[in-house]
Each structure stands twice: as C-alpha cells, then as structure tokens.
C-alpha cells in the first residue's frame, strides 16, 4: 500500500472514531449496567418533568478551570451534567441546559454570586462555584453548593430542584398542637395565670421558611380548606369530627406528620408548677390517637419508653456528679436510615423518654424504620421513672433488639371511620336538648315545598385513593429549642446554634412530605464511587493478625520512653544531668530499647501494607501490560490471517 494511501487510511480511521463518539453521545439510547440503576431517571422524575408547563433554564456553574481541582469534583461534576443531559432529554424541549465555568472578576462569576451560590473551599485554599440554578419565567430557585457526598440522592435533588421553581405561592401547613411550638401560643394554664406567652420554637421558624403554617385548635370539628400538609403533634383531647377530618385528609392522598409522646417533659414542668402553685391532679403527659394508629397498621404503647444501654446521655445527677440517663437517647449516625431522604444526612439526636413504633403484621402498607435505638435497648414502664434514679433505671432495661422511634409509613390505608362520619354529641342538658327538640318540631311543621335539602359534602373516603404518606415519630421533646439549639447573645440579638440534627431532622421530614407523590417516590441510589471491598478485607484480616503484637509493642514503648523522661528530667540548677555511671548507663540501655521498638513497630506497619502493596503492584503490571498484549495478539492474528 502506497504511504499516500497509508495517511489517508489513518486520517478516516481517526474521523470514524470521532464520529462513533459523538454519535455514542447524541443518542438518546444508554444502557445502564448498575446494581441500583444509579443512571437511570426513575418513573418519579420522568413524570414530573412531563408536567412542566413553562420551559425552565438550568444554569450549572462549575469551576472547571481552578488549578488544583481534586479529581472527585471533577468526576461528579461530570456525572451532575450528564444526568442534567438525561433530564433534558427527557422534559422534550421544556429543560435549557447551560453549563457555566464562572472564571474569578468574571460577569459569570458575579451572576453565580447573585443567584446565591456559596463558595466552596480547596484543600489548596483557592474556592470554586459548584451549583445549579433554575429559572421560570421570574421564578428562581437554587442549589447553592452541589456535594459528592450527597450523590445517592442527586437525582432527588434535582427533581426537587424542578418541582419548587414552579411552586409560586408557599403551600399551606395545618399545625394541630398542645404545645407552645409558634410565638404567642399560651396554654390554659397561663391564660388562668395572666402569664405571658412563651416565645416560639425555633422549629416552627424552620418550618415558616417553607410554609404557611395554618393553626387548627384541638376542639374544632374539621380542617380549614386547601391545605397542603398536615402535621399533628401531641395531639391531647382532638375531637371524633376531628379525626375523622385527619383521617379523610390522608386518605385523600395528603401527607400527614404524627408526633405523639408517652411522656412529655414540658407537660411533666407544667405539672409540677400546677402541683407547687395549685394543687390538684398533674395533666396527662401522654399524647396518643389509637383508633388512627390502630387502623393505620401502627402499634404504639403510651405507657412504656425506650431506655437505651448504648446510646444514654450524660445528665448531671442531683448530688452533681456526670451520670448515664438511658432514657434520655443521644442517638448517632448509624441510628439513622441511610437510605431514607428525612435521615440520610443525620448525624446525631437527642429523644428524651421516647415511646417505640412497630408494624402491625397483616396491614399490607409499607414501614419503613427513619430512627432507630441499639440493639442494648428494652422497654421501661413509665411508672418506673417517677422516683427511680438513673442507674436504677439502667438495671430495669433488659435488652431485647432495636426499637423505632420514628417510621415512614405509605401504601393504600384503611379508614379508622368504616361507618362514616361520627356522629354529633347529644347536649348534656336537658333543657337545651328540650329546645333543640322544639326547633326540630317547628321544622317539621313546615310545608314540604319549604323544606331544603342540606348541602352534601364530599363523599366518605374508605380507603386511600392513590398511595397515602404518614410519618410517625414517638416522641415530642426533640421539638423543644431546650433540647436542639443553644441560644447566644450575638450584638445584641439572640442567636441559636444547633447541637444537633434535631431541628434538620424536623424540616427533612416536611419537606419530603410536601412534595408532590412524584418526588416521594423517589428513592436514594448508590454512589458511582465503589470502594476496594478486597483492599478493605485484606486491611482488615491484616490488623487482626498483627493488632495483638502492635498494642503489646506500644504499651512497652510507653514504659521506656516514660523511664527515660523520668531520667533524664533529674538535672541540677544548671541543667546538667547528675548521674552515676548505673544511670548513664540505663539511660544509654534504654535509649537503645526505644530505637529497636521503633523499628520493630515500623516492620508490623509494613507488614501491614505488604499484602496490599503485592497486589497493588500485580493490578499495575496488568494495567500497563495488558493493551500491548492485546495489540500485539490482534497484529499476530491479522498478520497469519493475511498470510493465509
């Protein structure tokens, strides 16, 4: 073959090969080889962007072009903008996607600023724009900073994303409470003693950022209309009207947000203020619906907590000394449902005196555990805490396996109301039953043609109409700024810092609730970044065989390096060292004894990596060998295949 001939082979080869990339790329055809399908758009996501009605803009800012960028941004920045592509793709001309590299004293770096992006700081010191920005029409919504660590539930956030940018007004919170939880809320108690009203809680400012929070009061007959979640919390004393009006809520396919508490600490204050001030009875301090939990596969004792071995919180006894409280839970990141939107990145909580959920079996609806205890926990009768000290409590737990304390429920739910609407309580005076009687006679004296029909409300729901979200928590107190929050005088104004996750883990749980069925359908997906399950075993399996002689190595290196500092500390005034030739030469003996440790410890931590290093070094031999091979194979095949 002439060279001419030879050039212009190896220049069409090369454009084949850019052709069949961009090809590959344009396609709208992927296949996903994935354990958990990690690349796919779930059913969820591609029916919400079906329903986009207005196109809307994605700008993603990446700082592509900082020196110094670790390879995990620059991996998952790739894997956030082809999974915008899927998006785009899939919304059929409705998605705009723009990729943006906001360079620093750019116009691209000052819109990234304005939309609310925050900075994230490099190892290196330099900071990069990482996030996204929606736009409908004057409607913006933003991610301010995109993290790998949150890549199971990047297609949620996304969706979210989409979803909230076509939200115009807040959505409406119906709060039914008996707590002071919103600024202003006074309890009988303080109205009878012309006390002021305490201020909020700062979960319900939480909350205010996402909704419009309605308050219902206990005693009402039905929930006002067009609500668009509801969140009932230590419900005390609710109407039947009422329930039945939650129950048709959640049939209806509103979520609904549970807190009942076998033993609410505010209300056990309340009661010993009463009992100082007052007299009498204290008030029940035990929060439950039974015939809802009842009918919505949910079994919840009001009369027994969760005392935990493992998990007990350090409290300050009465004679001041630091003791362990178990029922008192201080709960840690492996409590938490890692797979579950509300928890995925909780780290720590605190319950105090929670009660446990568990599934009814035979109710066909799915529990799903959000919070869990050890498996050191077991249950506490509540009349056990009244006098008992801390560790007469922990000798009460007998521990029998992990217990839920809050739980995500969905499926299609049975009505606690079978027969309908209950019925309006009969006046329990005579004489107003007596007049109510003589009003009825009146009415039925009148002329048929007078009579009118009474307007008939919706029909009685028996069972859910499409799939139903309940979450249900066991204990109300996490709620309390007292338990979640420090409070700081900062210029002037108070400030709150977070201690823990609690009031995050309130706000998860809304706004999961309040997003469409679309979005809650959506479920966390595995990372792309899969660690060495062989390099770990072998780490592992390694430093149980050598974990032993270490330790033993450590605690004698201990010894010798405290003689010797013993030693050599005895000096004089002039800071020379006074010693007989015996010292001198323990010292010497010792200095020895402390250098021959120190190799022998760094022999175990080579012996450590040896197995590790072997087949790091077999995987790079492969790696580097195995393309030559192949090529030079396929040339001798070809070159026999030609000669033949």
């Known amino acids: 073959m002439k060279s001419g001939s030879k050039a212009l082979a190896i220049a069409l080869l090369f454009v084949g090969l850019v052709l069949v990339n961009y090809l590959a790329s344009s396609l709208p055809v992927r296949l996903d080889a994935t354990a958990e399908q990690i690349y796919t758009l779930s059913p969820g996501t591609k029916a919400l962007l079906g329903k986009i009605e207005e196109p809307i803009?994605?700008?993603?800012?990446?700082?592509?072009?900082?020196?110094?960028?670790?390879?995990?941004?620059?991996?998952?920045?790739?894997?956030?903008?082809?999974?915008?592509?899927?998006?785009?793709?899939?919304?059929?001309?409705?998605?705009?996607?723009?990729?943006?590299?906001?360079?620093?004293?750019?116009?691209?770096?000052?819109?990234?600023?304005?939309?609310?992006?925050?900075?994230?700081?490099?190892?290196?010191?330099?900071?990069?724009?990482?996030?996204?920005?929606?736009?409908?029409?004057?409607?913006?919504?933003?991610?301010?900073?995109?993290?790998?660590?949150?890549?199971?539930?990047?297609?949620?956030?996304?969706?979210?994303?989409?979803?909230?940018?076509e939200q115009f007004d807040k959505k409406k919170l119906g709060l039914i409470t008996s707590l002071p939880l919103q600024a202003g809320q006074a309890d009988m108690q303080m109205m009878m003693m012309r006390q002021q009203p305490p201020p909020g809680q700062y979960v319900a400012s939480e909350w205010e950022r996402t909704f419009q929070i309605v308050p219902v009061d206990g005693a009402a007959t039905d929930l006002p209309s067009g609500l668009d979640a509801l969140a009932v919390i230590h419900p005390e004393n609710l109407s039947p009207k009422l329930q039945f009006a939650i129950d048709q809520f959640l049939l209806g396919g509103k979520p609904v947000f549970l807190a009942v508490d076998p033993s609410s600490q505010y209300f056990k204050r309340q009661g010993g203020q009463q009992a100082m001030m007052m007299g009498g009875p204290p008030p029940n301090v035990s929060s439950d619906l039974p015939q809802l939990l009842a009918a919505y596969g949910v079994s919840y004792d009001p009369q027994k907590i969760v005392g935990d071995l493992e998990n007990a919180t350090q409290v300050q006894s009465g004679s001041?000394?630091?003791?362990?409280?178990?029922?008192?839970?201080?709960?840690?990141?492996?409590?938490?449902?890692?797979?579950?939107?509300?928890?995925?990145?909780?780290?720590?909580?605190?319950?105090?005196?929670?009660?446990?959920?568990a599934a009814k079996p035979g109710s066909g609806l799915s529990f799903t555990p959000l919070v869990e205890s050890s498996d050191q926990s077991g249950d506490v009768p509540i009349a056990a805490l009244q006098f008992a000290q801390p560790d007469e409590i922990t000798r009460q737990i007998k521990p029998s396996g992990k217990k839920t304390i809050a739980a995500l429920v969905t499926g299609k739910f049975k009505s606690a109301f079978p027969e309908g609407a209950p019925k309006d309580t009969p006046p329990a005076d005579p004489s107003a039953e007596a007049a109510a009687k003589a009003d009825a006679?009146?009415?039925?004296?009148?002329?048929?043609?007078?009579?009118?029909?009474?307007?008939?409300?919706?029909?009685?729901?028996?069972?859910?109409?499409?799939?139903?979200?309940?979450?249900?928590?066991?204990?109300?107190?996490?709620?309390?700024?007292?338990?979640?929050?420090?409070?700081?005088?900062?210029?002037?104004?108070?400030?709150?810092?977070p201690i823990n996750d609690n009031l995050a883990f309130a706000a998860n749980c809304l706004e999961f609730l309040s997003g469409s069925q679309d979005l809650i359908s959506i479920r966390g997906k595995g990372s792309s970044l899969h660690p060495f399950k062989v390099v770990q075993a072998m780490e592992v399996e390694a430093n149980k065989k050598y974990e032993d002689k270490l330790t033993a190595l450590e605690a004698r290196l201990t010894q010798v390096q405290a003689k010797l500092g013993e030693l050599q500390g005895k000096k004089t005034e002039g800071s020379r060292l006074v010693a007989s030739p015996e010292v001198a030469k323990a010292i010497e003996d010792f200095q020895k004894q402390q250098a021959a440790m120190r190799g022998e410890r760094r022999d175990i931590r080579r012996a450590l990596r040896e197995d590790i290093d072997a087949l790091g070094n077999r995987l790079l031999v492969v790696n580097l060998l195995a393309t030559p091979l192949l090529v030079c194979g396929f040339g001798v095949w070809f070159y026999r295949s030609r000669r033949k």
Do not use: C
């Open 441 to 497: 006679d009146k009415k039925d004296d009148k002329p048929a043609e007078a009579k009118k029909e009474e307007p008939k409300g919706p029909p009685t729901l028996k069972e859910s109409t499409a799939t139903s979200t309940l979450i249900v928590v066991a204990d109300t107190d996490w709620l309390f700024d007292d338990y979640s929050v420090r409070k700081m005088n900062f210029f002037g104004q108070t400030a709150a810092e």
């Open 320 to 357: 001041g000394n630091i003791v362990r409280y178990p029922v008192w839970l201080n709960l840690q990141h492996e409590n938490f449902n890692a797979k579950s939107l509300p928890t995925a990145q909780l780290n720590s909580a605190l319950f105090i005196e929670p009660g446990s959920l």
């Open 57 to 165: 803009t994605l700008d993603f800012y990446f700082s592509k072009s900082t020196a110094g960028l670790p390879i995990t941004y620059k991996n998952y920045a790739g894997r956030v903008q082809e999974m915008l592509r899927q998006y785009v793709r899939a919304a059929r001309g409705k998605l705009t996607l723009n990729v943006i590299d906001p360079r620093p004293d750019t116009p691209e770096e000052e819109r990234a600023t304005a939309a609310g992006l925050e900075p994230q700081a490099l190892p290196s010191g330099e900071q990069i724009q990482f996030g996204l920005v929606a736009t409908q029409a004057d409607q913006q919504k933003t991610i301010t900073a995109l993290n790998p660590q949150r890549e199971q539930f990047l297609e949620y956030d996304l969706s979210q994303l989409i979803y909230s940018v």
